[in-house]
């Protein structure tokens, strides 16, 4: 129960409504999507979409897609209303190309992508930014087939050199689960080179209200046809120049130093898999 939500929430703290975001997201995937979780993310969705959150090493804005994800963990479910599928993928699938993220066109990397620069100098560059995965992963699982593509290619068609080595990082890093080697964000490794999870994904297991029952029987996380389309365009990219010039970049050396070896775990993923193909 959140009554305090009930009030003006514009003036609560941040971490208020985070705690009842993080208690829906991962409340309806141990236990089902209840009606008060539902009519609690159904009140908090419109209202928090223009929030201005303060800045935090995560954009508390993540939870808004991981509780929606937990809801509608398929892209055919049912849905309150008949444009809220579209509703949705216009403004939450778009919120991480907000202007607050790009302030005169450019990109704001510490909010946009969660790059602080910590005491040690380190800005986890090799970790996809969250909301970008977050976003990546929400317009995949929910977009129609037909729109994959466009929009795929609209992604990694962005000139901003920060934003294509996050393309590239987040690409090597869901390498298995866009191929069907893992199914669920669950499943991400706690350990990896190149990381993709954001706030609160690790509760995305592909439980819904209907399947809770053993033997659990788990949605797949991700359209097979979706994913199958990204992997397509992204062996069909062409990187090498990208490459070279931010590699030898002085302005970029301390990124391409936290990204050490993404050019070669690129080639290897997605060239291989190209000549596979």
Wanted: aromatic share 14%; hydrophobic share 40%.
């Amino acid at each position: 129960m959140f009554p305090q939500l009930l009030g003006d929430i514009d003036v609560l703290p941040d971490d208020c409504i985070e705690e009842a975001l993080e208690a829906i997201a991962s409340g309806c995937s141990s236990f089902g999507p209840l009606v008060e979780w539902i009519e609690w993310y159904h009140y908090l969705l419109p209202r928090l979409i223009q929030r201005a959150w303060k800045p935090t090493y995560y954009q508390p804005a993540e939870l808004l897609i991981t509780a929606f994800m937990a809801q509608y963990p398929i892209q055919s479910g049912s849905m309150p209303y008949p444009n809220f599928h579209s509703d949705a993928l216009n403004t939450l699938g778009r919120y991480i190309m907000s202007p607050r993220f790009w302030p005169e066109g450019q990109l704001d990397v510490a909010n946009g992508l969660s790059k602080w620069t910590g005491p040690n100098g380190i800005a986890r560059w090799s970790k996809a930014g969250n909301l970008l995965s977050a976003s990546l992963f929400f317009c995949i699982k929910y977009l129609p087939l037909s729109d994959v593509e466009a929009w795929f290619r609209s992604v990694i068609a962005v000139r901003n050199d920060y934003w294509q080595v996050q393309i590239i990082t987040w690409l090597v890093g869901a390498h298995p689960i866009l191929t069907g080697q893992i199914l669920q964000p669950s499943e991400f490794p706690e350990v990896t080179p190149f990381g993709i999870d954001w706030e609160q994904s690790h509760v995305l297991n592909g439980c819904d209200a209907d399947n809770y029952e053993s033997p659990l029987q788990r949605l797949p996380f991700l359209p097979i046809e979706n994913r199958e389309a990204v992997i397509q365009i992204a062996y069909s990219m062409d990187v090498e120049e990208f490459f070279e010039n931010f590699w030898t970049d002085p302005a970029m050396s301390a990124v391409a130093l936290e990204t050490a070896g993404l050019p070669e775990s690129f080639r290897q993923l997605y060239r291989a898999g190209r000549r596979a193909g």
